[in-house]
């Protein structure tokens, strides 16, 4: 089981120190665990005591849930694991996402078992919510917003830099902190990340999936976005043409 220097003490001080512990402690999920793929998987949140303070982190859990891959094609390849590898990766490119606290893989009663936990992002909040109150409320400026918007566009481009795409790139997925200054950006649920060659595909894929589910945009606030996302002051006929396609994907249902 991989577990952080960092974390190796607070979690031996709370018997948590191996898979098995880990495994039968009990969290509070935040929804109940997704059953899918003949298996199932959750996420909640635990918090250990440290001194004098507190380690807060995200432990998701599944069992039999995978994904059928070139490299496993029967057996499949726990989702989990996908994402440790996309979480490591990106922690190496400098992009924002929860770093990992522990990963481990157990087989238990015949069922394969997989544990992920992250830290938790502290005063970070989810890109809808953040929205929500922002477009909605007169009394932030429209530098304010464009700042917030700018911030998003260039955190997403970067990753996209990386040669990944999200594939699950709703506002609900990207947080963000100190919207009110400085924003910084953070992406999260990176199980379905994967990498493509074709940056028009990074782009048409992830866009149009963070389009659909970005409430309280108005239109002139998602051509501000996608003119700092290409980082252009117009957009040049291909580029049009991108974005056109974009609107028309997002707006399926």
């Known amino acids: 089981m991989f577990q952080s220097k960092r974390y190796q003490q607070i979690f031996a001080e709370h018997q948590l120190d191996g898979f098995e512990p880990l495994w039968n402690k009990h969290i509070d999920w935040f929804e109940e665990p997704n059953h899918r793929r003949g298996g199932w998987s959750g996420v909640g949140q635990l918090k250990l005591a440290a001194d004098g ?3 807060s982190t995200f432990v998701k859990k599944q069992q039999n849930h995978g994904r059928r891959t070139l490299l496993h094609p029967f057996k499949g390849e726990p989702t989990f694991r996908r994402e440790l590898k996309r979480l490591t990766f990106l922690e190496e490119y400098h992009i924002k996402a929860p770093k990992v606290v522990c990963y481990g893989e157990q087989t238990i009663d015949g069922e394969s078992c997989a544990i992920l936990a992250t830290e938790t992002l502290l005063d970070f909040e989810p890109l809808d919510v953040v929205t929500q109150d922002w477009f909605a409320n007169t009394a932030k400026t429209r530098q304010q917003k464009r700042t917030l918007l700018k911030s998003v566009a260039y955190a997403l481009r970067d990753f996209h830099d990386t040669g990944l795409s999200h594939r699950a790139l709703y506002s609900k997925h990207i947080f963000v902190k100190n919207a009110d200054t400085q924003p910084e950006v953070a992406l999260i649920d990176l199980e379905k990340a994967r990498f493509s060659f074709l940056s028009f595909y990074r782009t ?25 996302y290409f980082q252009t002051k117009r957009l040049r006929m291909s580029l049009r043409l991108l974005c056109r396609l974009i609107l028309k994907r997002s707006a399926r249902r």
């Open 53 to 55: 303070g507190a380690l």
């Open 204 to 228: 048409y894929f992830d866009l149009s999936a963070l389009n659909r589910h970005a409430e309280y945009w108005s239109r002139s606030d998602r051509m501000y976005f996608f003119l700092q």
